[in-house]
């Protein structure tokens, strides 16, 4: 009785989870640079009543007797991939692809954010324009980039 309870609290533990996730991904839908997340569920075996064995002469193979406890949630996992770009008609925003981030900063913190709604700040600086973080980069010397040397704004 209180495997089978249990077995039924997990699933609806776990189903709770996979519906918290789910509604944050509604929930930022339409936030510029969100990044969707998944869950990943995993059996918890309890009990090996008996093992698997293999075909043997006339009789085939036997799959194995396991009392399960549920599931657990495994991992949540965040989905990095790229999605479409969208014009926005402002020149100072941008999109990236791949697996890259763009670098902010507030005096000696780093940030890391896939939002790319940037403008330029009142001091002519490229910033985040709800928090002001300055945007950072390499500067590039006749065409080419040393990213092993520090970022600047």
């Known amino acids: 009785m209180m495997r089978s309870m249990f077995s039924g609290v997990s699933g609806l533990k776990g189903h ?5 996730v789910v509604g944050n991904n509604i929930a930022n839908v339409n936030t510029t640079g969100f990044k969707a997340s998944r869950v990943t569920f995993a059996d918890m075996i309890s009990q090996n009543l008996s093992g698997a064995s293999g075909p043997d002469g006339t009789i085939g193979g036997v799959n ?4 399960g406890l549920g599931t657990s949630v495994s991992s949540v996992d965040l989905l990095f991939g790229d999605a479409s770009v969208q014009q ?3 020149n100072t ?6 697996n890259g981030l763009f670098v902010v900063n507030r005096g000696q ?6 939002n790319g709604a940037f403008e330029f700040d009142a001091e002519g ?5 709800g928090s ?5 980069g390499w500067m590039a010397n ?7 040397s520090a970022t600047q704004d």
């Open 16 to 20: 709770q989870t996979r519906m918290d």
């Open 64 to 67: 194995p007797k396991q009392v």
């Open 88 to 90: 926005t008609g402002k």
């Open 93 to 98: 925003d941008l999109a990236m692809t791949g």
């Open 109 to 114: 913190e780093r940030f890391y954010t896939r």
């Open 125 to 129: 600086n490229y910033v985040m324009p």
């Open 132 to 136: 002001g973080y300055r945007v950072q």
């Open 142 to 148: 006749n065409g080419s980039l040393n990213t092993s």
